[in-house]
Each structure stands twice: as structure tokens, then as C-alpha cells.
């Protein structure tokens, strides 16, 4: 069984023992006390039972944690014969420096030493061991709670060799995490030096009395879709936290003017949570409850200048080549949970109006931080300034869009796409998105073929949709009840019955209504986070928008009971082994590789296509013989269409047909 050394067994060491320990490792966990130890055991057991309990391991807890050995405060035994050591103790370079002092001596000669420091250079630390050893050792900075975070970033410092970074990623891959790259070892790396960024915004917006907290969090929740504001978020994590990282960052090199909101609360040991106190009040300390914040609140906030300085930042690492465009993004997505990365929030506000922000940011504080990047300037020089021009960060395709109240549709050639707009209530379904669905797929079935071929459906944010919004069905009668699960039953036979291939793209939770609705359309691409369950069980009723009739034909009847039963939540790829969803992709590729799909169909014949999706929906609800029947009656159909003359002649032409739906 392959060994691996974890050092240190406080919230974050103790988390990524566990996650090798599930991978299959034996894992070394060392701390400085027998009573840490004993309390990291137990929380670690708490957490592979919760585990259980959903269905997300699939060894008894008892064997999973008979894997992690504990030693106590001697790091040399806990690395003899390990292949990889992670350091997970305090944030103070001299302990770091230590423990990998000693773990040179000790450690195989080929063992990779990784630490998981979210802000103390990389470098640095390789400075304590032989030359010999500097190659492998590299940033692997974990995200809080590990096992529950997908991201892991891998730092390379200046010694750190390439293959101990392909050798790290490999390593996440099998703990199941996704990975980005930073190639130089700055303070920070890239999740920290943009949270530090939209921090500072929001804090020195407060400072100056242009705005409240309320409105601040307010506008970065409801308007940018954020799933926490910035100071509810410090209060979450740990203002002395906080303090603590920026501190770090400012000592190596990050420009940055600390802002006294923030430091006063450091001074005041109000800090947050864990205290009880922070920027808002909490019942008592370490019980979060969320903070009273009016959606209308944030109304006259400014979201382009609250986001200016993270975009700069961003601009920055990728000038830089710090990172590259897409893992700058994958990075703020899966470690902060943004419903866009910081450079698809640039082109979205336009490139123009963030380096017009960020000149005012300038001019009111004269911070040279907050100078727009000579790479952004360059871009709005060359016209490329995002969605609106048709090039920014990224290309984009011409498009026809409009938003609304729930939705964003947007019409591309030969495609249409619906695009779950209540990013900040996880894509709930509510009446007025029933109602906006079904009036999109009217106009969509009028459309003629030209304009629209395939329909794509997914998600803003970081789900698919969490299901029905029960919030606003409560008070309800059983007979109402009754009519809004019909209607939506009845929306999701339409898309069954469209006459139009429908594909749906899941980009995180897909659970009770949100699977309902997956499972009415003709193809679902996951996303590897992505989680998929029919959970309503677990609130005391059943699926109601055909999860009871639909998941059992998919799977069959007895995997259909068990995660109906259990309301469990499967992660993607069990739910692609069990032919839940087609294809499961990495979150970054998931746009490309539903526009690469719709692409392959929207060549088809349009017709052809409608009546073979009709002949497998309804032939399956018939005996075969009336299948059979349908069939050869829509077979003879499509010879009347000029699409069947055009494939033909095209077959003995040898050329590609361009199909008309005629």
C-alpha cells in the first residue's frame, strides 16, 4: 500500500489525510500533541460517516480510517518509506522550514515534499532542504474543507521540476480533485491575490461612505452572483485570517494598502464567526447564521467598479504568465465558488468600462494598485473589449441574447441556448421560471430549422438547478400542489415531444427537480463536480416532475428506489456509470464540448432527426410491434422531404450535404 506523510492535523491537515486515506493510501498523520491527534480522529470519522451516509465512499469509515497511522511530533518517522509528504502546519515560515529540513533527512530520496501553505512563498521553504531535493519540492495548497473542495492549486517555486508537478496533479486527480498551475511562486498564488482584491474594493468602498456593508454584499450576491459577499465571507472564513494572509502577502512584495475596516476588527478580536462578532452579529460564537441582506440593498451599487480590481489582478497573472487564461478562471470558480471567472466577468462588463473604473479607483485613493494593467489598456486599444465586441478574453461566437426574470437566452447559428438565471438560489425552479421556459420553448418551436437546430440548456453559477424552490410553493394546498407538479411535468414532456434535439449541460448540483428536468432532455453532459440526486425523500415527500417514472427507465427500476429511497446525492461519474448522463468532461471543457456536440447535430437532417427522436421516445411506451409500426411509417415519410434527395446525391457526389429541414 503506498504511504503518504501528512504534517500537521488541524482543520486543513486533517481533512487531506482523509482524502488519501479514501484514496486508498496509509497515511502518517503527525501533530505535536496526542490530544490534537485524538481530535482530528474524531473529526475525521464524523466526516467519513457523513460521507457514508450519502453514499459518497464506498468502503465501511472503520476501514478508510484504519488507514491513518497518528505519530506524535516526530516527522522523520512519518516520512521513512512515504512517496509524498504534505506540510499542513502553521503558517509560519520557520516551522515550514523545519518540518522540511527534517523530512530531507528521512524521507526516500525520490519522495516528493509538498506544502500546503495558502500564502508563504514556495521558494522559501525549499531553501531548508539539500540541493539534491529541491526539485520536488512544490505547492500543494488545498481549499477549506478539503474534502468537500474541488480545487487544488499547485505552485511551482524556483527549483520545483515539471515532472513534480505532473506527478502532484496526478495525485489530485486520484483524490479527485481539479488542478491549476502557478508557474511563478508569488505571494498569494491566484485565488488569494483576487479574493485580497474584491476584499479591499469592498472594504475601502465602505471606508470612504460610498457604500454600507449590506449594500456591498448585497449588490456582489444578487448582482454578480457571487455566492457570498465579501464581508460575510470574512466573517465565514476569519478576519484574524484574513489579516493574517494579507499580512504575509504585503511583507512579499503584493501592493497592497491595508484598509482600517478590516484592521480595526483585527484589533478588536472581532473576528467574525468564531467570535460571535464581526462585520455583523451571530446568535454565538462559531454558529454562522446568515446575516439579514435586502437583495434591493445593493441597487445602486456599481458591480464593474467592485470587480474592477480583481479583474486587474487577473489581468495581471496572465500578462505575467503567472497562469494561463483558463486556469485563472477555473481557479476563482471552483475555489471561491464564482459563477464566472474574473476574466469572463471582464468581457461580460466590457473591458472598457473596468479600465474605466479602475481609473477612477486611481484617482480617488492614488494606489498604484489600482493602475489598469498595460495588458487591459493594450485590449481596449485593439477594440477588444468582450462579449459586446465579439473578442475580449475570450472569442465569442455572434449571438442573439436576451434576459429574463429567471433566464438568459441566447441564439446562436443554428443553436439556442437557455441558460438558468437565479445563480444566487442555486437555479431553483420557480412558478416564474416554469412560466419564462415554457414561453422560451414556444418560440422555439416556431422557429423555423435555419435559426434553431439543437436547444442547450444549463445552468449559471455553480449548479445545474438545486431542485424546485419549495420556499415559494409553501402554504400551498394538496390540490395546488397537485396542478404545479402536473405543470411541470407537463413542461418537461414538451421538451421530450420537442421537435428538436435537446441537450443539457451539468454545471454543478442537478438534484430533484433540477434531475427532472436533466432527464427530459434527449443528452445530459456533466461536469465532473457536478453531484446528481432525487434527495426529496429527505424533506418527507417524493419526486414530483416525473424523477419516479423517468430515473427508473434510465437506470432501472431497483437503482432508481435506492437513490429515490435514500435521497442520495452520487457524484458524476457514478451517475455516468450507471448511464445517468452521457459524458462527464472537466468543468472548464464543459461549454466547449456541449457547443462541440450541438455543432455535430445541427448538421444533420433537422427532420430526420424529429422523427427518430419520436420514433425511440414514443415506440419505448408502446408493445414493440406498434414501435415497429411508427417506425417504418416515419421511415417512409422523410423519402418525401428534399433533405433525403440532398443526403443521397450528396453520398454519390462524395461531398457534404447541407441540409436544409425541407
Request: hydrophobic share 45%; proline share 6%; with cysteine.
Amino acid at each position: 500500500m503506498p504511504k503518504i506523510a501528512v504534517i500537521g492535523a488541524g482543520t486543513m491537515g486533517h481533512g487531506i489525510a482523509e482524502l488519501f486515506a479514501i484514496a486508498g493510501y496509509e497515511v502518517a498523520l503527525v501533530d505535536i500533541a496526542e490530544d490534537f491527534l485524538k481530535k482530528a480522529l474524531q473529526n475525521i470519522e464524523w466526516s467519513l460517516r457523513k460521507l457514508a451516509e450519502k453514499g459518497q465512499v464506498k468502503e465501511d469509515p472503520s476501514v478508510i480510517l484504519s488507514r491513518i497511522k497518528p505519530i506524535v511530533n516526530d516527522v522523520c518517522k512519518a516520512v521513512e518509506g512515504a512517496e509524498l509528504m504534505v506540510e499542513a502546519a502553521v503558517e509560519n515560515i520557520d516551522v515550514k522550514k523545519k518540518v522540511f529540513s527534517e523530512a530531507d533527512r528521512c524521507a526516500p530520496p525520490n519522495a516528493i515534499l509538498a506544502t500546503n501553505t495558502s500564502s508563504l512563498p514556495i521558494t522559501e521553504i525549499a531553501e531548508a532542504v539539500r540541493p539534491e531535493r529541491k526539485p520536488l519540492v512544490v505547492g500543494m495548497h488545498f481549499f477549506n474543507p478539503p474534502v468537500l473542495m474541488p480545487l487544488v492549486e499547485i505552485i511551482k517555486g524556483a527549483y520545483t521540476s515539471d515532472e513534480t508537478v505532473k506527478k502532484i496533479a496526478d495525485y489530485a486527480a486520484k483524490l479527485g480533485k481539479q488542478t491549476v498551475v502557478v508557474n511563478k511562486d508569488v505571494p498569494g498564488f491566484i485565488v488569494n491575490r483576487i479574493l485580497a482584491r474584491v476584499n479591499e474594493a469592498a472594504c475601502w468602498m465602505v471606508a470612504r461612505g460610498e457604500a454600507t456593508i449590506q449594500e456591498v454584499d448585497s449588490a456582489l450576491m444578487y448582482k454578480a452572483g457571487l455566492p457570498m459577499g465579501a464581508f460575510i465571507l470574512m466573517d465565514y472564513t476569519g478576519i484574524d485570517v484574513v489579516c493574517f494572509i494579507g499580512d504575509a502577502m504585503l511583507k512579499r512584495g503584493f501592493k497592497s494598502h491595508p484598509c482600517p475596516v478590516i484592521t480595526q476588527k483585527c484589533q478588536e478580536k472581532k473576528f467574525g464567526v468564531k467570535t460571535g462578532e464581526g462585520f455583523y452579529k451571530y446568535p454565538a460564537p462559531g454558529k454562522f447564521q446568515w446575516p439579514e441582506v435586502p437583495k434591493s440593498a445593493g441597487d445602486k451599487i456599481d458591480v464593474t467598479y467592485l470587480l474592477a480590481p480583481a479583474i486587474n489582478e487577473a489581468a495581471y497573472l496572465l500578462r505575467e504568465g503567472i497562469a494561463t487564461r483558463e486556469d485563472i478562471d477555473k481557479a476563482v470558480k471552483l475555489g471561491l465558488n464564482w459563477p464566472k471567472g474574473p476574466l469572463e466577468f471582464a468581457d461580460e462588463l466590457g473591458i472598457d468600462a473596468v479600465v474605466k473604473a479602475l481609473e477612477t479607483w486611481r484617482q480617488k485613493t492614488g494606489y498604484e494598485e489600482y493602475e489598469p494593467d498595460p495588458l487591459l489598456k493594450e485590449m481596449v486599444s485593439q477594440g477588444k473589449t468582450g462579449k459586446k465586441a465579439g473578442e475580449g478574453f475570450y472569442t465569442y461566437v455572434k449571438a442573439e441574447e436576451k434576459k429574463l426574470e429567471t433566464l438568459i437566452v441566447r441564439y446562436e447559428p443554428g443553436m439556442a441556448w437557455i441558460i438558468l438565471n437565479r445563480p444566487e438560489r442555486l437555479n431553483a425552479i420557480n412558478p416564474k421560471m416554469i412560466e419564462e421556459l415554457w414561453r422560451v420553448l414556444d418560440e422555439i418551436e416556431q422557429m423555423d430549422y435555419e435559426k434553431v437546430r439543437v436547444v442547450v440548456i444549463t445552468g449559471d453559477g455553480r449548479a445545474f438547478s438545486a431542485g424546485a424552490d419549495v420556499t415559494g410553493f409553501m402554504g400551498a394546498t394538496p390540490v395546488t400542489i397537485f396542478k404545479v407538479s402536473r405543470k411541470l411535468q407537463m413542461l418537461y414532456e414538451r421538451l421530450e415531444m420537442l421537435d428538436r434535439p435537446v441537450i443539457c449541460g451539468l454545471n454543478g448540483y442537478t438534484l430533484g427537480g433540477g434531475l427532472e428536468l436533466a432527464m427530459a432532455c434527449d443528452f445530459r453532459i456533466a461536469a465532473e463536480t457536478a453531484e446528481l440526486g432525487q434527495p426529496e425523500i429527505n424533506l418527507g415527500f417524493i419526486p414530483g416532475a416525473g424523477g419516479t417514472q423517468r430515473l427508473a427507465r434510465l437506470i432501472g427500476r431497483d437503482r432508481a428506489k435506492e437513490l429515490i429511497f435514500t435521497g442520495d446525492r452520487i457524484p458524476a461519474r457514478e451517475a455516468e456509470r450507471l448511464g445517468l448522463v452521457h459524458k462527464v468532461v472537466p468543468p472548464d471543457k464543459l461549454e466547449q464540448e456541449l457547443r462541440a456536440f450541438a455543432a455535430k447535430l445541427a448538421e444533420k437532417p433537422p427532420l430526420a432527426l424529429a422523427m427518430a427522436k419520436y420514433a425511440i421516445n414514443f415506440g419505448l411506451e408502446a408493445p414493440q410491434w406498434v414501435g415497429m409500426m411508427l417506425e417504418a411509417t416515419q421511415f417512409g415519410l422523410l423519402f418525401s422531404t428534399e433533405d433525403v434527395i440532398e443526403g443521397v446525391s450528396s453520398f454519390l457526389q462524395k461531398k457534404k450535404p447541407q441540409f436544409k429541414g425541407r
